[in-house]
């Protein structure tokens, strides 16, 4: 789910002429993505769903390959995808909703909100500011590679742990570079927005189910916690070639325990359309002011100077055309969620099958993006 898109200087003007004509998404083109779909399936991708959104030619889903291997439960619209790490955008949502409600500065400590032991232990954490965190800058070590916390969960990987418990791997390690220096990934960063959140609000998954789901009317959207865990949310089984033998094994109650026991960062769970009409939502000023979504634009950049990185968002250089929005990999999942502003659409793409390791599967599918994009806009 990682490679380089590239899109090709005539599809603005294709999607443009196709929208003029007010026809929804072509056959032809539902017919090229259906047989992008069903390829990577062929090639042993246990499942693939994409949902896209025009502004003039509406929303069309599709779903390809099966939500269960054993029991060949095909994989429907209907069914629920992991966010993974789209789920930062969520939480960077929640927290300017709270900037935009004066219950929070962007400027602020982190310290101002929270005072663990284990955070307070980190030399130079007092430096570290509420953006730093939502644009990756803070220098926070990561918590998820940790290998005491990674050797917890695979000596005992159904049990959910709590944020707190989580993020408490980095106690005592040092910052990996000045706050505020440059940027770099870090899945602790939205951890402890998650926290923040929680402080402010009481509860911050009530507060997103209210500000966020309701409002959007997204009713196939859920956080995971340990409460539902065993819920039948019609979510998609989780595949793994453990072995490397191009045979996806089942590891979905890893999956959801892992998942459950993340928040901010990940934690998230939702059908493909509703994912698009989060970000339809976002984009269209529902959840956000003007001022407030042109501050999450305010890109950080990479050491070679490429824009990376918003506050809660990715900037994605598609060669003629660019995107914002965010993608998301786990052990048994992967997706991408992308806005594309002059191609007035989004698009979001999930799989059932691990994104973050490699494997022979995984190589195969290495241009899926690509030639889904390329199918729908070409």
Known sequence: MNGRIKITGILFVVTMSLAAQGVGFPIEKQEAVKGVLKKYVDLGVPGLSLAVYNEQMGLWSHAEGLANLENRTPLTTGHMHYL??????????????????????????????????????????????LKMLLNHTSGLPEYSTDPLLVSRIIQDPLTVLNVPEMLSYIQGKPLDFEPGSKYS???????????IADKITGDHIAYMEKELFEKLKLKSTYVLSKDNIDHDLNLVDAYWDVLLESIPTNISKLQRANVSSMKGDDGMVASSEDAV????????????????????????????????????????DLETTYGLGHSGGGIGAGCV?????ELESIVFIATNFNTMMESPIRKKAENLQMDILMALFM
Do not use: C, H
Not at 96 to 123: A, F, M, R
Not at 185 to 193: A, I, K, V
């Open 84 to 129: 993974q790490s789209i789920s930062k955008t969520y939480m960077a949502v929640v927290i300017l909703q709270l900037y935009e409600k004066g219950k929070l500065k962007l400027e602020d400590p982190l310290v101002q909100y929270l005072d663990y032991p284990w955070l307070k232990s980190i030399k130079g954490v007092d430096k570290i500011t």
């Open 185 to 195: 990934y870090r899945n602790t960063n939205f951890g402890l927005l998650s926290l």
């Open 277 to 316: 009409l989060f970000l339809k939502g976002l984009i269209s000023g529902k959840l956000l002011a003007p001022k407030t979504l042109e501050l999450m634009q305010e890109w950080v950049l990479s050491e070679e100077g490429e824009r990376k990185y918003g506050l809660g968002i990715t900037y994605y």
């Open 337 to 341: 969620l992308i806005y594309l502003p």
